[in-house]
């Protein structure tokens, strides 16, 4: 069993940054692709970008060159650093842990945090 809890959101303005962390409990974190979802109001939840057990990334089209995540093992820790924030990044974030292969695949993934709210005001 893995317990996520997001943190670091906010509300900013577009051109701003904003760092998001996902912190883990459990021993095992490092064995885990982990990931970043979002989603929007009315919208279905989608794939942000992702990090697996080799320190592997993947980024959807929409956040490539502004979007970078990271984790630190020794902390049980994700991140997520944005950049050049637009209005349409507003959204709940949530990060994930899974043993799937595919790391932009919602089915690679079974534990889920419980979301931290990203706002981006024009």
């Known amino acids: 069993q893995v317990q996520l809890v997001e943190s670091g959101g906010g509300l900013v303005q577009a051109g701003d940054s904003l760092r998001l962390s996902c912190a883990a409990s459990g021993r095992t974190f490092s064995v885990y692709t982990m990931g970043w979802f979002r989603q929007a109001p009315g919208k279905e939840r989608e794939f942000v970008a992702g990090i697996d057990w080799n320190s592997g990334t993947d980024y959807a089209d929409s956040v490539k060159g502004r979007f970078t995540t990271s984790r630190d093992n020794a902390k049980s820790t994700m991140y997520l650093q944005m950049s050049s924030l637009k209005p349409e990044d507003t959204a709940v974030y949530y990060c994930?842990?899974?043993?799937?292969?595919?790391?932009?695949?919602?089915?690679?993934?079974?534990?889920w945090g419980q979301g931290t709210q990203v706002t981006v005001s024009s």
């Open positions: 994930a842990a899974g043993k799937g292969v595919a790391i932009s695949s919602l089915r690679s993934y079974d534990y």
